[in-house]
């Protein structure tokens, strides 16, 4: 039994990948509608150094979890065949082709009828890693995993963490809330939908059972840890809403301090995940 914190690597990964997808595809979205002066255009641009950046430390944490850096690309042997090799590879592409297109915008070097092509092109690319994210532990020897609630997760994370990802960039860039105005609501509807999905998780955990193993022990808190990353969530997202909901914008300190906050809520949930690890042999792992 655990809470999964040993996976810590894999944790930050996939947490920072999904919010990275969340932020990435808010700002392309705003690029690609068109409604954006030239300058407004080159400050969002260069404000997704960020995003990649992020993505930078969430691929360096993944290392750590193969015991050695220098086996990295060993994780490429069986692409194709290999859930684990598909999202290396798809979280390479996506991480290659916005880190490239973020350079040549900055060095004035992006051809502009190549411009919205590429944006989703990148975007198609965040998906298909989310994509493959999920098929690694959707694993049918592994109960507790190998249900809706698995890429549902994921998915969440994308729309809690990366619309507020994107708002503070953009806000950082300069780009006014009027702009910006249906972001907050994804992130509020998601974290309803994922107060949800904890309640049906939790209903369903006593019914999973190995031969040695029940799903609900695996976790003896898992209340307890949900309740306090659902806590976390709400309190990221007020240093954002509570401000809108008085007519005022919100300052970018106060959204980065909400960011903190919602980062560290998907990481308890994600160590909650990894937690849940079982098999339905005699092995058990949590």
């Given at each position: 039994?655990?809470?999964?914190?040993?996976?810590?690597?894999l944790?930050?990964?996939?947490?920072?990948?999904?919010?990275?997808?969340?932020?990435?595809?808010?700002?392309?979205?705003?690029?690609?509608?068109?409604r954006?002066?030239?300058?407004?255009?080159?400050?969002?641009?260069?404000?997704?150094?960020f995003?990649?950046?992020?993505?930078?430390?969430?691929?360096?944490?993944?290392?750590?979890?193969?015991?050695?850096?220098?086996?990295?690309?060993n994780?490429?042997?069986?692409?194709?065949a290999?859930?684990l090799?598909?999202?290396?590879?798809?979280?390479?592409?996506?991480f290659?082709?916005?880190?490239?297109?973020?350079?040549?915008?900055?060095?004035n070097?992006?051809?502009?009828r190549?411009d919205?092509?590429?944006?989703?092109?990148?975007a198609?690319?965040?998906?298909?890693?989310?994509?493959?994210?999920?098929r690694?532990?959707?694993?049918?020897?592994?109960?507790?995993?190998?249900?809706?609630?698995?890429p549902?997760?994921?998915?969440?994370?994308?729309?809690?963490?990366?619309?507020l990802?994107?708002?503070?960039?953009?806000?950082?860039?300069?780009?006014?809330?009027?702009?910006?105005?249906?972001?907050?609501?994804?992130?509020?509807?998601?974290?309803?939908?994922?107060?949800?999905?904890?309640?049906?998780?939790?209903?369903q955990?006593?019914t999973?059972?190995?031969?040695?193993?029940?799903?609900?022990?695996l976790?003896?808190?898992?209340?307890?840890?949900?309740?306090g990353?659902?806590?976390?969530?709400?309190l990221g997202?007020?240093?954002?809403?509570?401000?809108?909901?008085?007519?005022?914008?919100?300052?970018?300190?106060g959204?980065a301090?909400?960011?903190l906050?919602v980062?560290?809520?998907?990481?308890i949930?994600?160590a909650?995940?990894?937690?849940?690890?079982?098999?339905?042999?005699?092995?058990?792992?949590?």
């Open positions: 039994m655990g809470n999964g914190w040993h996976e810590w690597p944790m930050f990964f996939t947490v920072a990948g999904q919010c990275v997808i969340g932020g990435y595809l808010a700002m392309a979205a705003l690029l690609l509608g068109g954006l002066s030239a300058d407004s255009g080159r400050r969002v641009r260069r404000m997704m150094f995003l990649w950046a992020l993505m930078g430390v969430g691929f360096a944490a993944s290392m750590l979890h193969l015991g050695s850096p220098l086996r990295a690309m994780a490429l042997n069986r692409l194709g290999s859930p090799s598909n999202e290396i590879a798809t979280g390479s592409l996506f290659a082709l916005g880190g490239l297109y973020w350079l040549l915008a900055v060095l070097r992006l051809p502009l190549l919205k092509p590429w944006l989703v092109a990148i198609l690319a965040g998906l298909v890693f989310l994509y493959a994210m999920g690694v532990y959707f694993i049918d020897t592994v109960p507790t995993w190998y249900s809706v609630f698995t549902l997760g994921f998915v969440l994370t994308v729309l809690i963490g990366g619309p990802l994107g708002y503070l960039l953009l806000r950082a860039a300069g780009i006014p809330d009027a702009a910006l105005r249906y972001l907050p609501w994804v992130s509020a509807l998601a974290l309803l939908a994922s107060l949800l999905v904890v309640i049906l998780q939790a209903s955990l006593p999973i059972h190995s031969s040695v193993q029940q799903a609900a022990t976790i003896p808190d898992y209340g307890l840890l949900m309740a990353r659902l806590v976390l969530l709400v997202l007020a240093f954002w809403l509570l401000p809108l909901l008085r007519g005022k914008t919100p300052p970018v300190g959204l301090f909400g960011m906050w980062l560290c809520g998907e990481l949930g994600r909650v995940f990894y937690g849940l690890h079982m098999t339905v042999g005699m092995a058990v792992a949590g």
